[in-house]
T-cell receptor
Framework: AQSVAQPEDQVNVAEGNPLTVKCTYS??????LFWYVQYPNRGLQFLLK??????LVKGSYGFEAEFNKSQTSFHLKKPSALVSDSALYFC???????????FGSGTRLLVRP | DVKVTQSSRYLVKRTGEKVFLECVQD?????MFWYRQDPGLGLRLIYF???????EKGDIPEGYSVSREKKERFSLILESASTNQTSMYLC???????????????FGPGTRLTVT
């Protein structure tokens, strides 16, 4: 079955330090992967996506993600965290067979000053 | 600027009531989606539509129905609300034909529904 997993419920990092939010996937066929962010009391906002091509994908707000086919991972990264990055982050994978996105359970990122 | 609006931010209803959640997008998108968001479960797809008057069941359609009479509007209906339908409901839209995997979805702000 196609699925996506976010193994960490919460990630804590100090402002200015690099951050990583983990995502692994399981799909048959080519994976189409997305990251979304949800700020408090807001809907989800698109950050970045991997469809094909370069394994390092750059997105909004200085975020990037690395697609690793051998490890079936698509981790979200940022070189220097900001307090304003504190939010809920969702990884998602597109299911070709049924034309829909499958979301992970979400990871809460807390950046302390 | 892309915009998806939902009729209410907060809603409180009683068990057994019929509940309508409305979603409108102004981007002329073909596809529209209804999700519910619960802590620890992420987003789960209730229904989606890739054209006017078309609808497809998602992962958790039980207890819900939808209506799409116009391209810009997608309504979620709880026929008889129950307490286990207390949740955050998110509407989204995306361009492209059905199966267009490369397009991101645009989300509304959500409706937090409480059923008492």
């Amino acid at each position: 079955a196609q699925s996506v997993a976010q193994p960490e419920d919460q990630v804590n990092v100090a402002e200015g330090n690099p951050l990583t939010v983990k995502c692994t996937y399981s799909v048959s066929g080519n994976p189409y992967l997305f990251w979304y962010v949800q700020y408090p009391n807001r809907g989800l906002q698109f950050l970045l996506k991997y469809i094909t091509g370069d394994n390092l994908v750059k997105g909004s707000y200085g975020f990037e993600a690395e697609f690793n086919k051998s490890q079936t991972s698509f981790h979200l990264k940022k070189p220097s965290a900001l307090v304003s990055d504190s939010a809920l982050y969702f990884c998602a994978v597109w299911m070709d067979s049924s034309y829909k996105l499958i979301f992970g359970s979400g990871t809460r990122l807390l950046v302390r000053p | 600027d892309v915009k998806v609006t939902q009729s209410s931010r907060y809603l409180v209803k009683r068990t057994g009531e019929k509940v309508f959640l409305e979603c409108v997008q102004d981007m002329d998108h073909e596809n529209m989606f209804w999700y519910r968001q619960d802590p620890g479960l992420g987003l789960r797809l209730i229904y989606f539509s890739y054209d006017v008057k078309m609808k497809e069941k998602g992962d958790i359609p039980e207890g819900y129905s939808v209506s799409r009479e116009k391209k810009e509007r997608f309504s979620l209906i709880l026929e008889s609300a129950s307490t286990n339908q207390t949740s955050m409901y998110l509407c989204a839209s995306s361009p492209g034909l059905a199966g267009a995997f490369s397009y991101e979805q645009y989300f509304g702000p959500g409706t937090r529904l409480t059923v008492t």
